[in-house]
């Protein structure tokens, strides 16, 4: 069930990204079909097939990335402003379908889970239950500020021009490995779940 609401809430994120673009400008993602809820258009193999399930397999915080919706600048109405908002727009989304989940949640759980508590309560209460969990989980892992993340390209747009050029030309290129790093050290759980647990315990 985890690995289903990750794809479909990946696409989501994606098509996220595409539709505000789109909305601010650039069209590319559109006319390359990213304006899609259709996971078909937005899975990577890496990202979206075989970390998620290294992360199943290993009890790591169930994330991913999904292939990343092309962007051109130079047809954003406000380059810096645009690109900072069609970076914010993916997190921003599952923050959304966390919310919308736990709205739905709070009107469906049974009697049982007035605690919050994780308990299992039929597969809808599941389902919702791993729908926060997860959009939690992907909206938090996205901010952190390390390119190609979408924290990173925020921060790159956030950044003074010279700054932010300096910050993308040096960070940009080790991303992945540093990535990597901190999964593999632990450092990225330590880093990204009292911030998940703190949103969670106010959605739930």
Do not use: C
């Not at 810096?80 to 949640?105: D, E, H, Q, T």
């Amino acid at each position: 069930m985890g690995f289903v609401v990750l794809v479909g809430s990946l696409s989501v994120h994606e098509a996220a990204h595409a539709w505000t673009a789109d909305r601010l400008g650039d069209p590319t993602a559109r006319l390359l079909g990213r304006v899609s809820l259709n996971p078909a258009v937005h899975v990577d193999l890496i990202g979206t097939i075989v970390f998620p399930l290294i992360a199943m397999l290993t009890n790591l915080p169930l994330i991913g990335w999904a292939k990343p919706v092309p962007v051109n600048t130079r047809n954003l109405r406000d380059p810096r402003r645009g690109y900072v908002l069609v970076a914010a727009a993916g997190p921003a989304s599952n923050l959304a379908l966390a919310v919308l989940a736990a709205v739905i949640w709070q009107a469906v759980r049974p009697s049982a889970l007035q605690d919050a508590s994780m308990v299992s309560g039929g597969p809808l209460v599941e389902l919702l239950l791993t729908a926060i969990v997860v959009n939690v989980l992907l909206a938090v892992f996205n901010m952190i500020p390390i390119p190609p993340l979408d924290g990173g390209n925020v921060l790159g747009g956030l950044l003074p021009y010279q700054l932010a050029v300096s910050y993308d030309r040096v960070i940009r290129p080790w991303g992945f490995v540093i990535l990597y790093g901190l999964m593999l050290s632990g450092l990225l759980s330590t880093i990204m779940l009292p911030i998940a647990h703190s949103i969670l315990s106010w959605l739930l």
